[in-house]
């Protein structure tokens, strides 16, 4: 078994992990995660109203019920839809992961679980000649669990070399356009999604086919903002006048529990929009300009658009990283899985 412990860590990233960590005193074992879980399916789920009993068919949308949440389940106990993520998941990681990439980053959220799933079945099967490492960069606490229960070494972002770009990362997301723009931020992470999509030569995108849409907020509704503290109410008023007047804190199901704080120690807002247009349709709201726009609210940390170039395009103009994937992998309803490639790898 591809196993590692701490004791094999230099120390500066064991110390990145410990529980001193300034912004998250360690939490009761799983309950910090089920309760964005359980916020997130009671409140955000824009696929919830998928759990509905109709005359000829019961889908039932399920967060894997698990002994370990931040291990995957059974493959046996899965759903329709769990085991499309599962699918779409192996097929992007046999097509864009290897034994001797160094550093790969990790998403937040249901899929990305599958995703560290397929990577730790590789590195059995194909284990890096030793003494070489592969390194997992978190985007989060949860990401960070769930790197570990399957045995594979994290390293926090802010001890990666200097010098050092992620191979790749492998993510999660809300929801997809034509053009591979995602929505993210439904699980409160996408401040380290896109410091570390940024920081990957190519973001490798995993989701189901409810998250394929031609145009961005057509079924995940709204766009998460993650904001500080002092600044959101300065936020929500000036997203009302740029054309979001319903744009909301979010709060945990438990109201007293108050809103809900990112790893970072910030909120989220959900900001709702009309459907955004792509840099093939006239008008005002594009992802472009609407992801620009809201950033350069004060008190505004990150948009969870993620937009503009993708890793191949920013490297054929000397740049590095990128925050739109390379390709998306939809599992579909049918167990087959739907491969949407940026250009440049078509
Ligand atoms: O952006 C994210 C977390 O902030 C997730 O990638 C996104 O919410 C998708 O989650 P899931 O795989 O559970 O559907």
Redesign the pocket.
Same mark, same amino acid.
């Given at each position: 078994m591809h196993r590692h412990t701490f004791a094999s860590l230099p120390s500066h990233t064991t110390r990145a992990f410990t529980s001193t960590t300034p912004h998250r005193p360690p939490p009761p074992p799983h309950k910090y995660w089920l309760n964005i879980t359980s916020t997130?399916s009671t409140l955000h789920s824009p696929y919830r109203h998928l759990s509905t009993t109709t005359t000829t068919t019961t889908t039932t949308i399920s967060t894997p019920t698990m002994s370990d949440p931040h291990k995957p389940p059974n493959p046996s106990t899965l759903d329709p839809i769990e085991s499309a &993520?599962r699918k779409a998941a192996f097929r992007a990681v046999e097509e864009h992961f290897n034994s001797s990439m160094r550093f790969v980053g990790i998403? /937040?959220? /249901?899929?990305?679980v599958y995703g560290v799933e397929a990577i730790a079945a590789h590195l059995k099967a194909h284990p890096p000649p030793q003494p070489y490492q592969n390194w997992f960069v978190p985007t989060g606490w949860n990401s960070r669990k769930v790197i570990e229960a399957a045995g594979l070494l994290p390293i926090a972002f802010d001890s990666l070399p200097g010098d050092a770009m992620l191979e790749v990362c492998f $993510? %999660?997301? $809300?929801e997809v356009d034509e053009e591979l723009n995602c929505i &993210?931020? %439904?699980?409160?992470?996408?401040f380290q999604?896109k410091l570390v999509a940024c920081r990957s030569k190519k973001f490798v995108c995993i989701?189901d086919y409810r &998250?394929d849409q031609k145009r961005l907020c057509t079924k995940w509704k709204t766009v998460?903002i993650e904001v500080a503290p002092i600044a959101h109410a300065s936020v929500l008023r000036e997203l009302k006048l740029i054309g979001s007047p319903d744009a909301a804190l979010r709060e945990h199901a438990l109201a007293k529990t108050g809103p809900i704080q990112t790893d970072q120690s910030f909120y989220i807002i959900d900001a709702p929009f009309k459907q955004l247009l792509t840099s093939m349709d006239d008008g005002v709201w594009d992802v472009d300009s609407l992801a620009k726009r809201i950033k350069s609210i004060n008190g505004v940390l990150e948009v %969870?658009l993620f937009h503009g170039m993708n890793g191949y395009q920013t490297q054929k103009a000397g740049l590095q990283g990128g925050q739109k994937p390379v390709a998306v992998y939809f599992g579909l309803e049918d167990g087959e899985v739907l491969v949407r490639k940026a250009d440049e790898i078509e």
């Open positions: 997130r &993520k998403g /937040s959220g /249901s899929t990305i $993510d %999660g997301a $809300d &993210k931020g %439904g699980g409160a992470c996408l999604e989701a &998250k998460p %969870g």
